[in-house]
């Protein structure tokens, strides 16, 4: 079983941008460059099969292996096992420099209603596609895309915030995960720097993150406010203090 951070999810999808700084500059600019659409994939109640289309916009042959994980989350850290029920056809391919390719992503089995399937679609360049120019990094390309299915069977997501001493909670109590971006915290009218953290959260259903602060945010007369975008809706409230 895998486990990652939201943050390497994410960091999945950006390829080098999210390499430490030292490391990108020794980088040499990968000469394979996939282009990938949708970047979100869904499969709704009674439609077992949806696409994808991968394009090669590098110099190179592009050669990739695809591989579905089932995504889960326990305490707040998200786990990945090979996924039995979802596949993806053709799983292993060459895509020519200026050509696409097509994939099918198929369910093995009927969606039960009430339950959201959560997986991840990992797509990863292979070993020998490019060859590294002398005295540079090779870096091999890595995306993965989120898939969700039957969540058109489960009630919306229902966010909640709670302050506690060094840390924010981000809780979901809805059925459909929880996907925020430009996440912002202000203790009395004052931006808190939240680092990579803000970028990218996913919260299931009954589950929670938490997300480091400064030791004194919560606890205070202060107001601790949270803003971000879920699913592209604007978000704003004001944080719980949990200060037991």
Same mark, same amino acid.
């Given at each position: 079983?895998?486990?990652?951070?939201?943050?390497?999810? &994410? @960091?999945?999808?950006?390829?080098?941008? @999210?390499? #430490?700084?030292?490391?990108?500059?020794?980088?040499?600019?990968?000469?394979?460059?996939?282009?990938?659409?949708?970047?979100?994939?869904?499969?709704?109640?009674?439609?077992?099969?949806? !696409?994808?289309?991968?394009?090669?916009? /590098?110099?190179?042959?592009?050669?990739?292996?695809?591989?579905? &994980?089932?995504?889960?989350?326990?305490?707040?850290?998200?786990?990945?096992?090979?996924?039995?029920?979802?596949?993806?056809?053709?799983?292993?391919?060459?895509?020519? #420099?200026?050509?696409? !390719?097509?994939?099918?992503?198929?369910?093995?089995?009927?969606?039960?209603? +009430?339950?959201? /399937?959560?997986?991840?679609?990992?797509?990863?360049?292979?070993? +020998?596609?490019?060859?590294?120019?002398?005295?540079?990094?090779?870096?091999?390309?890595?995306?993965?895309?989120?898939?969700?299915? +039957?969540?058109?069977?489960?009630?919306?997501?229902?966010?909640? &915030?709670?302050?506690?001493?060094?840390?924010?909670?981000? +809780?979901?109590?809805?059925?459909?995960?929880?996907?925020?971006?430009?996440?912002?915290?202000?203790?009395?009218? !004052?931006?808190?720097?939240?680092?990579?953290?803000?970028?990218?959260?996913?919260? &299931?259903?009954?589950?929670?993150?938490?997300?480091?602060?400064?030791?004194?945010?919560? @606890?205070?007369?202060?107001?601790?406010?949270?803003?971000?975008?879920?699913?592209?809706? #604007?978000?704003?409230?004001?944080?719980?203090?949990? @200060?037991?």
């Amino acid at each position: 079983m895998m486990k990652h951070s939201p943050l390497l999810l &994410f @960091c999945a999808i950006m390829v080098a941008a @999210c390499l #430490p700084a030292d490391a990108r500059s020794q980088a040499a600019t990968p000469r394979a460059n996939m282009n990938v659409t949708p970047l979100s994939l869904s499969l709704p109640s009674g439609q077992s099969a949806t !696409q994808m289309l991968v394009r090669n916009q /590098g110099e190179d042959r592009l050669a990739i292996q695809l591989r579905v &994980f089932e995504w889960t989350q326990v305490d707040g850290e998200d786990h990945y096992a090979e996924a039995e029920d979802i596949i993806v056809s053709p799983s292993i391919v060459r895509i020519e #420099p200026g050509q696409a !390719q097509s994939f099918h992503v198929l369910s093995r089995s009927e969606h039960q209603a +009430g339950r959201e /399937g959560r997986y991840r679609v990992v797509i990863d360049e292979l070993p +020998g596609t490019t060859v590294a120019r002398s005295g540079t990094a090779q870096t091999r390309l890595r995306l993965t895309l989120p898939l969700f299915t +039957g969540s058109d069977t489960v009630a919306p997501a229902s966010p909640q &915030f709670v302050v506690q001493p060094g840390k924010l909670l981000i +809780g979901n109590s809805g059925g459909r995960v929880l996907r925020l971006t430009n996440l912002e915290v202000n203790a009395a009218g !004052q931006p808190v720097d939240l680092g990579a953290e803000a970028a990218l959260q996913y919260v &299931f259903s009954n589950s929670w993150v938490s997300i480091p602060l400064p030791i004194d945010t919560a @606890c205070s007369d202060a107001v601790v406010s949270v803003s971000a975008l879920a699913a592209d809706e #604007p978000i704003d409230a004001i944080a719980h203090q949990d @200060c037991s």
